[in-house]
């Protein structure tokens, strides 16, 4: 290698569990369906990992093909940061475009799993649906918030294996969501309906309406409060 920058195995175990264990703290995932959520988001962050610490597969089959195009797609960890090197960014490599949306990408999906998490555990004690704060947005803030850490991953260090995993985990996700919102039209029935007729799967709307308050406090409509990646929805 260039630089020692590659084979620190150590660092890939150490940084996946990171990631794995942050997002669980958030997630709390139970049901089947969790895991299997859990499972596609862990395998993107072990290829990923992979090469960024371990073995750079994507700068070994690039290098070779494009590397008189872009001299700066080499064997080091700065050259692991491809759209940098693609569109001849010279600076640090931290402090690009890419990688400081990648920052944001990354911040605001953790910060979208945990608030799901917290409207999603008041629902559950009430056993009722949540609209209120990112499902009011969105009816899978939390399936919303694993893509957008993916995509700020992407964004900093995009790898074939995982260019290749993220619409393959897109397809997973609108697959689990779609499972899951039968069984919450199955419960809620006209309720689900209604909530579900004003508020999108994935990309985010501002919602246009008002809930009344219900007699648990917590605002509410025919089709409200939980949303169908919940736990109490499912159990």
């Excluded at 990309?203 to 246009?208: G, K, L, V």
Aim: glycine letters at 8%; a positive charge; aromatic letters at 14%.
């Amino acid at each position: 290698m260039a630089d020692a920058a590659y084979g620190l195995w150590p660092l890939v175990v150490l940084n996946t569990l990171l990631f794995i264990v942050f997002a669980a703290s958030f997630f709390h995932p139970k049901s089947k369906r969790d895991w299997r959520a859990m499972g596609a988001y862990s395998a993107f962050l072990v290829a990923l990992f992979t090469e960024m610490y371990g073995t750079p597969l994507t700068i070994y089959l690039l290098g070779g093909w494009l590397g008189n195009q872009f001299p700066l797609l080499k064997d080091t960890h700065a050259g692991g940061h491809l759209w940098n090197d693609l569109t001849g960014w010279q600076g640090d490599p931290h402090l690009s475009p890419f990688h400081l949306a990648s920052y944001v990408a990354i911040g605001v999906g953790f910060w979208l799993i945990a608030a799901a998490w917290k409207v999603l555990h008041e629902a559950a004690q009430h056993d009722h649906l949540a609209t209120t704060g990112p499902y009011s947005w969105v009816r899978h803030p939390q399936y919303d918030g694993f893509l957008l850490i993916m995509i700020g991953f992407l964004l900093q260090w995009p790898t074939i294996p995982t260019l290749i995993m993220f619409p393959v985990l897109v397809y997973v996700y609108a697959r689990l969501a779609r499972s899951e919102e039968r069984e919450v039209a199955d419960r809620f029935g006209e309720q689900w309906t209604v909530y579900a007729a004003g508020t999108p799967a994935f990309w985010p709307r501002r919602p246009h309406r008002t809930p009344p308050a219900t007699k648990h406090g917590t605002p509410s409509t025919p089709g409200s409060a939980r949303g169908p990646d919940s736990r109490a929805t499912r159990r």
